[in-house]
Every structure is written in structure tokens, then in C-alpha cells.
């Protein structure tokens, strides 16, 4: 087989002895006409657009075994984008399946993986060393603030976030320093631009880039170096793009150049589940490809695979609602099943406690864990499943953040792995440069800094400097020295030590793994197991070069162990994936759809947030759950809350509505349902209520609808005075006993003395 890196050494397929193709005669019937209509137009541009469930990853899946099979192409020229490192994990096993070993040639990978791997073939042309460093947008803010404070710009008035976002938009837009318009952003009275090209500099002189660099400076080299541009179009003989409606317009314009020369390139998307334009994705994408490749054959899927009616039903009512969608009609010839479950409960506990039990049922019923998911729309949400998960003893993961490689401790030892890789990363540099505790204090910090400014030189340059010099103080500087020389040691056993020991070494000489060893908190042997973990993970690399490379790249964390577990992961996180089982909890207004979305893009956002639903139940092969709470606690204040929109939008027919009032002690007076699927007395209706016998002024922070105010219980100043008679909806009557701002103690006629608050209490 083709090395995939020598682009010199391609070998045409007609060249290799004819073999029998490997896959099984039959294969093809695993799809239906329009799927197989997909997978055997191989020549040509082909956009597979429809919608959740209909097989369009199959398809991708299918044609890459169908180009191997027939011996269009070798692996190496074969170009697949899949949206996370796990669907490309994925697609590779499938076609492994179908076609054997030669699926480990192909180049499938997510955007940012294919393009660093293209990236450190020509860093020259763009300044960089083949080694450079990708930065987090961790180290990418600290470095803004750098920059904002040589410049004397407020970071408070002009916080470096905001600028991150600004740049990181330019580069989803393809658009470098010099073209960035003033007008493209109002930081610091139209200083972005230039603050802009600053931040690149400084990224080269740190031979590094950030996430959007690594398409961005694919862009400039295809652009400025035409030669180099042919060799890749010449070398990608087919190109094929999963979950094309969330591509940015940087991906477009790069997908575009290396498919320009023989134009077989296959996307494959469905407009209703673009749900990342808060992250420069284009849907406009999709009605830009027949323009720009005429002639392009467009597939449309109708038939879903996954969904049982009633679930296909409810979600395809719900994205109706929609009103910017191209449309289309799904089907499907599976059993009608069970509606989509809708059950409103009294708070978040509930919440958690009520999905524990049914994920409990399901399991006695034969079910598999990870056959279930929940899935959510905010990353706090996950906190209270994890706890009840426990509690059961349910084994679960925490799917989409990079939860490992986030510890504290996993990136200190892996800024030593970086300065030790890359000298010239002062990032990391300035990460571990006093920890553990050297007694180098901020001031040798700044010093270095400045020399390191002074003479366009890396830190750990300037370090080496200012420890032959009398600048510092002879403590420090002996300190420095011993720093210094402990990296140039390390550098050197780079070559000489396999890279798990090297590794050890480091932590152990650097006096890492003894700080912890004396760090006398509870968290401390945790760590510890954890360093010892990231030494077992190197083991699966090559070199650190690899694993490093890893660790930059992981955009989505399945955590560790095995056997059978449930996912936890956002909405965001589970496009592409489907389970059995899939529970929406937190089907609150301002939570979903989100506030935030709503405020900062209205409509569009609203419509994004409907996308996220859809995408949400479509996930669903059997059940789908959702959930609402009456009462929610957001960032450590309670709100009372009303059920989503979206609830209202499932279509009756499709939707069975449940109260848990009754299973877990939440009453509710009686009171009609004002959303129309909702006949019983929910539970957001008392909590209202009482809201409005307390006096309570409504205020539309953080939570209103369609122009209408909406109660946030988070008022403190209490109406009960100690001893007055009240009821409240779990406990009954009941005398307060103590006011504590809107914390009340009760003594309760029937369920004793509780805490509770106030917000959840009327006067009797
Ligand atoms: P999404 O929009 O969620 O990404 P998709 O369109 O990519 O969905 P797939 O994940 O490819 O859909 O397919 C959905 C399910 O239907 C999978 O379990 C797949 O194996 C199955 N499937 C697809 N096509 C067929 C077919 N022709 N016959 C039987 N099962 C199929
Ligand atoms: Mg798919």
C-alpha cells in the first residue's frame, strides 16, 4: 500500500495486480434505490441532502467502500470529513468491514485533523517550524490579555474573550489580518484588526496556531502557492463530506480548492440539523454547492431508518415551525411504537430521580445502557445525572468536553511535554515555569517576558540569557539556571528515551509528581492516579510528537472503561449518533430554547434552538422522553419555570403527557393546562401561582417569551415573618420557624421541620 504521506509515490490502481474486489456480491442490497443511486455515482459532484435518519452517512460509508472495491482509487486518495474524531472512528471500522485493512490508508478525519496533518507538511510557507504547537483557547486567551496590556487597552471594558471570538470568526470566515475590516467589529473603538495581526505574529514567533489557523493557513498556502495546491488536488481523487450543513465558510472554501480539479465530490446534509452557525457555520453552504459545481447530481433520501413513527412524527412537526428550511417529507415502514413521552416534575432532583428510574425500568426490561442517552442543551445540566447515576450505581459517560486532558494536573505535565517537544512554546512555558513552587516569583517572570520581547526570542531563550546575566537575583537566577538546564537535559533524552519514561522522568526530576505526593487534600491521590493514567495513554503513541498532536485534537472525550454505560452528552454533541432510548430533560423556556440564543440572534437563533430539538429526537430509535421541571435552580438561583414552546409545538397525536405529581409528593391544585397538550394540572402552574399570592413583583430577567414578562423567583425579600401560618406544595401547612434571607425553616403539621424556600411557600 501507498505511504499516505508520500505524495511523490503515487502508484495508479490500474497498475497493481487485478485482485477480486473484496466486497461480498450482495452488498449493495443494504441500500435502498436513491441510497444505491448515491453510492454508485462515483464520477461527478453528488449532494445528498435529507433529512435525520435516512441514511446519508451509510451512503458516505457505502461509496468509500464502492471506490475501494472497484479500484477507482487507492485509500491515500481518498479524502473523507467527518465532524468529530469518534464519527471518523466510526466510518473507518464500517468500511474496514466492508473492504478489510485498507480502510487504515484513508484520510478521514475531522477538518482540523486532515488539515494539521496537510499544515505540517508546508508550515515554511507560512512562517512556522513543521513542530509547531496548536494552541487551546485557554493559552489563546492568555495571550490576547498579553497583548491587550502592552497595548493599555481595559481588558474589562475589552475583554479578551470578546476579541477571541472576533478573530475566531474572521478565520471561520477565511478572512486573514489584512482583510479584516474595521467595520467587522466594534473592540476597542475598531482596533481588531490591528490587535488581529498582532495575535498572529506572535503565534509565529511562538511557532504556533490556534484551531482556526489550521484551515486558515491551509487556505493562504493553496492560495499562494499554486504548485502546492495542485499536488493535493491531484492527490485527493475523491473527496467526501459528512454533516455538510455545519461547515463554515473557511471549510467551504478549502473543500471547494482540493475538489476543483477532478470534482467528485460527495456532501452529504440536512439543512433542518444545522445547529452550529453560533460557530460560523454556513447552511447557505448547501444552496452554494450546484452553483459552484453545475451539473452536481442532487439525492434525496426520504425513507428513515431509525425512528418509529410517532417519534418521526413529533420531530418533523416540531421543525414545521420552522420557517427558513428547504422542506421535505420522511417516512418510514417500522411499527408505530410508543408515543414521545412528556412528563412535567417539580424541580431538577425530580428530574434526575424520575430519568433513574425509568432508565432502571428499561434496564429490567432487557435493556442496555448504552443503548441509552440523555442529552441536554447547557453542560451544567449534566451535574445532577451524574450524582443520581452514582447514587444507583449506574455506570455512565460524559461525552463532548475534553474531560480528562482538562484536569489541572493533565495540562501541567503536558506543558512540560510541550516546551520539551517545542522549546519556542511559551505558553506551556509560562504554564509550569513555577509549578511546583520554585520561588520564581512574577517579577523574573516579567523579566523574561520583556527579554523575550526585546529580542523576538522564545522564553526558555530568554530564561537561558537572564540566567547568565546578573538581572536577576542570585537565588532566582540559579533557580532559572536549573530549569533551564533540566529542559535541555529532557531535550536530550528525547531522542534516547522511549516516551512514556521520558515522560516519568520529567514529572519525576521536575519535582511535579512530589508536590502532589505531599499535597495533603482529598483531591491529591486522585491526581496522582490521573498522571499515572496520561503516562498509560502515551503508551498507545508513536512519540510524544503524536501524542501531543492527539491531545490537541481531541474534540470529544469517550471517557475511559468499559462495559455497559449510559451517554450524558449536549445536544450538540450527539448530532450524528442514535440510541434506543434518548431523555430531553430541561424543556424550560430560557433554558430550551436557550435565553442567550435568543437574545443575541432572535429568530434565527430561535429557529437554530428548534434545530437542536429536532436534532434531540431524531437521536431516538424507540423512546424518546422529555422532560420539564417546574422549578429550576440556574448558576445557585432558583426560578420558577415554564414548560419549552417546543413541548407545545409536538403535535398532540404523537405525545403522551404525564405529571409525576403524586409519585413524588408534588400536589397541584386543580387548574387547566393553558398549553394545548396539556390537560392536567402541571405543576409550573402552581409555582405560579404562587408567585402571585406572595405579592411577588415580576421581573423579565433572563426569562421572557414572546415579549411577555415571565416570574423569576429569585426575589429575596421575604414576605413571612417567623411564625406565620403557610403551605407549601410538597409539605403541607406547616409555621415558620426561621427566616434566613429566602431560606425558610418550617415546622410542618405533617412532614416535620425542612428547610425550603421561600419562593415555594404561600401564606395560609
Ligand atoms: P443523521 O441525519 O442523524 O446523521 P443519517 O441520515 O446519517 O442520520 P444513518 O446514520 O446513516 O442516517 O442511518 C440511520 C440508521 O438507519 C442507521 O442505523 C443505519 O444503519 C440505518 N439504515 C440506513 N439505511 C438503511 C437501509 N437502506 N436499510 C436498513 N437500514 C438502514
Ligand atoms: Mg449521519
Known amino acids: ?114 488539515a494539521a496533518r496537510i499544515l505540517r507538511r508546508h508550515a515554511e510557507l507560512v512562517g512556522l517550524n513543521p513542530s509547531f504547537s496548536i494552541i487551546d483557547t485557554d493559552d489563546q486567551l492568555r495571550l490576547l490579555k498579553q497583548l491587550l496590556a502592552v497595548e493599555g487597552i481595559d481588558e474589562k471594558k475589552w475583554p479578551p474573550r470578546m476579541l477571541a471570538a472576533a478573530i475566531d470568526r474572521w478565520k471561520d470566515k477565511g478572512i486573514t489580518p489584512d482583510k479584516a475590516g474595521v467595520g467587522d467589529s466594534g473592540f476597542a473603538d475598531g482596533r481588531a484588526p490591528d490587535l488581529y495581526r498582532q495575535y498572529q505574529e506572535r503565534l509565529k514567533v511562538l511557532n504556533a496556531c490556534d484551531f482556526g489557523d489550521l484551515l486558515l493557513h491551509n487556505l493562504t498556502i493553496f492560495l499562494t502557492h499554486p504548485e502546492v495546491l495542485a499536488e493535493w488536488q491531484e492527490k485527493f481523487r475523491y473527496v467526501l463530506v459528512d ?31 444545522s445547529i452550529y452557525g453560533w460557530r460560523g457555520a454556513e447552511v447557505g453552504n448547501i444552496l452554494r454547492f450546484e452553483k459552484d459545481f453545475p451539473g452536481a447530481r442532487i439525492v434525496r433520501l426520504e425513507q428513515n431508518y431509525r425512528s418509529t413513527p410517532h417519534i418521526l412524527a413529533a420531530a418533523s412537526g416540531l421543525i414545521a415551525h420552522n420557517e427558513g428550511r428547504l422542506g421535505k417529507t420522511l417516512w418510514t415502514a417500522l411499527n408505530e411504537g410508543e408515543k414521545v413521552l412528556v412528563r412535567g416534575v417539580w424541580d431538577g432532583e425530580e428530574e434526575a430521580r424520575s430519568i433513574g ?53 493533565i495540562r501541567d505535565a503536558i506543558a512540560y511535554m510541550r516546551v520539551v517537544a517545542q522549546p519556542a512554546d511559551d505558553l506551556a512555558f509560562e504554564r509550569i515555569f513555577n509549578v511546583p513552587k520554585r520561588g520564581l516569583g512574577d517579577a523574573t517572570l516579567q523579566l523574561i517576558n520583556r527579554t523575550a520581547r526585546a529580542q523576538s526570542i522564545p522564553m526558555l531563550a530568554a530564561a537561558r540569557i537572564l540566567a547568565e546575566t546578573d538581572e536577576l537575583k542570585p537565588k532566582a537566577r540559579s533557580t532559572l539556571r536549573m530549569l533551564v538546564e533540566s529542559f535541555d537535559r529532557w531535550r ?153 414552546r417546543f413541548i407545545d409545538e409536538l403535535p398532540g397525536d404523537h405525545v403522551e403527557a404525564q405529571s409525576t405529581q403524586g409519585v413524588y409528593g408534588s400536589s397541584a391544585p386543580a387548574g387547566g393546562g393553558r398549553f394545548g397538550t396539556f390537560a392536567y394540572d402541571a405543576p409550573w402552574l402552581t409555582a405560579e401561582r404562587n408567585l402571585q399570592s406572595v405579592g411577588r413583583t415580576r421581573d423579565s430577567q433572563g426569562r421572557t417569551i414572546e415579549g411577555s414578562a415571565h416570574p423569576v423567583a429569585n426575589d429575596s425579600s421575604a414576605a413571612f415573618a417567623v411564625g406565620s401560618r403557610v403551605f407549601h406544595q410538597k409539605f403541607g401547612y406547616g409555621r415558620v420557624q426561621a427566616v434566613d434571607d429566602n431560606k425558610l425553616t418550617i415546622t410542618f403539621d405533617k412532614a416535620g421541620t425542612k428547610k425550603v424556600i421561600d419562593a415555594f411557600v404561600e401564606k395560609a
Request: glycine residues 8%.
Open 1 to 114: 500500500m501507498s505511504d499516505p504521506f508520500d505524495l511523490g509515490a503515487y502508484e495508479e490502481p490500474q497498475a497493481a495486480a487485478p485482485s477480486p474486489s473484496p466486497l461480498a456480491p450482495d452488498w449493495l442490497d443494504a441500500l435502498n434505490e436513491p441510497q444505491r443511486a448515491a453510492v454508485e455515482a462515483l464520477d461527478g459532484p453528488v449532494l445528498v441532502l435529507a433529512g435525520a435518519g435516512t441514511g446519508k452517512t451509510r451512503v458516505l460509508t457505502s461509496r468509500i467502500a464502492n471506490i475501494l472495491g472497484q479500484r477507482k482509487a487507492w485509500p491515500s486518495r481518498i479524502l473523507a470529513v467527518t465532524f468529530t474524531n469518534k464519527a471518523a472512528r466510526e466510518m473507518r471500522e464500517r468500511i474496514a468491514a466492508l473492504v478489510g485493512p485498507m480502510a487504515q490508508d484513508l484520510w478521514l478525519g475531522t477538518f482540523h485533523s486532515i
Open 243 to 273: 454533516e455538510y450543513q455545519d461547515s463554515n465558510v473557511s471549510q467551504y472554501l478549502w473543500l471547494r480548492l482540493l475538489a476543483q480539479k477532478y470534482k467528485n465530490i460527495c456532501c452529504v446534509g440536512d439543512d433542518d440539523q
Open 492 to 644: 536530550v533524552l528525547l531522542d534516547q528515551l522511549p516516551h512514556t519514561e521520558l515522560v516519568e522522568t520529567i514529572l519525576d526530576e521536575s519535582g511535579y509528581t512530589a508536590m502532589w505526593q505531599a499535597d495533603r487534600s482529598v483531591e491529591a491521590p486522585g491526581r496522582l492516579e490521573n498522571l499515572k493514567e496520561l503516562v498509560q495513554a502515551l503508551e498507545q503513541f508513536e512519540n510524544l510528537g503524536g501524542f501531543l498532536e492527539h491531545v490537541s485534537l481531541v474534540m470529544e472525550n469517550d471517557a475511559g472503561g468499559d462495559g455497559d454505560m449510559i451517554s450524558l452528552m449536549t445536544m450538540h454533541a450527539a448530532k450524528g449518533l442514535e440510541f434506543n432510548a434518548v431523555f430531553l430533560p430541561g424543556w424550560e423556556e430560557g433554558l430550551f430554547p436557550s435565553q442567550r440564543s435568543m437574545e443575541e440572534k432572535g429568530t434565527e437563533g430561535l429557529e437554530e434552538e428548534r434545530r437542536l430539538a429536532y436534532v434531540g429526537l431524531t437521536r431516538a430509535r424507540q423512546r424518546a422522553y422529555v422532560y420539564f421541571a417546574a422549578n429550576r435552580r440556574v448558576y445557585g438561583q432558583w426560578q420558577a419555570a415554564l414548560p419549552s
Open 357 to 409: 428510574d425509568e432508565v432502571e425500568s428499561l434496564q429490567r426490561a432487557g435493556s442496555r445502557l448504552s443503548d441509552m442517552a440523555i442529552l441536554v442543551r447547557a453542560g451544567f445540566q449534566t451535574r445532577s445525572f451524574e450524582e443520581r447515576f452514582i447514587q444507583l450505581g449506574l455506570k455512565y459517560k460524559v461525552i463532548g468536553g475534553l474531560r480528562f486532558y482538562e484536569r489541572q494536573e
